[in-house]
């Protein structure tokens, strides 16, 4: 077990620190530990299906896994949101219940040019709401926050009917992004 945690953690390295051409043969070494670790550690845990991820890694391309952000969050199936996005704030979570249940809306009507506006406006609301709570808290870094939310309107914008499967994915993707990625960052202070 020392060894194969040495291994893991030197083919893990590498492959943070390769460059992109030669990252797949290393997380083909890393995926092979992780799939004999499944094996170690079901002698010393009770692990359900393990590393039932390993074989969608292997089968990923290495543009796929150059371009993959690390910080980028699961989009969750069915699209909705769930515990794993709330902040504890009532109104906040609520209304990022909303922008999901938008986003839905907008997938399973792409053409519909009213679904997208009434998504616009509770996201314009939701960010005038979420930052005039946010910019109470002493030392929170306010201006970054409002520049994220500045970026996503300056893109949203550019979205207009029929939405396209690539842009119901980047709306989906952002909204789980910024809420595990920037909107955590305020749990506990507001």
Known sequence: ??????????????????????????????????????GI???????????????????ASPRALHTTNPAMATIPEP??????FAVFYQQID?????????????????????VLDTLRGNVVAHFTYEEGQYEKVAGYDVAAHKAKHAEFLKAAGAVSVPVSPEQITFLKQWL??????????????L
């Not at 040495?6 to 797949?24: E, G, I, Y």
């Not at 002698?43 to 890694?57: D, E, F, N, W, Y």
């Not at 699209?79 to 794993?84: A, G």
């Not at 809306?105 to 053409?111: K, L, N, R, T, Y």
């Open 1 to 38: 077990p020392v060894s194969f945690i040495c291994n893991l953690l030197k083919n893990t390295f590498q492959l943070l620190t390769a460059s992109p051409s030669v990252r797949m043969s290393y997380l083909v070494k890393v995926t092979r530990n992780l799939i004999n670790s499944a």
């Open 41 to 59: 550690a079901s002698k010393c845990l009770t692990v359900p299906q393990p590393m039932a991820i390993v074989p969608s890694l292997l089968r």
């Open 79 to 84: 699209y909705k949101w769930d515990e794993s």
């Open 94 to 114: 609520d209304e990022h219940k909303g922008l999901f249940d938008g986003i839905f809306a907008v997938a399973a009507s792409p053409g519909d040019a009213a």
């Open 176 to 189: 789980v992004d910024h809420i595990t990625n920037t909107d955590f960052t305020y749990k506990g202070k």
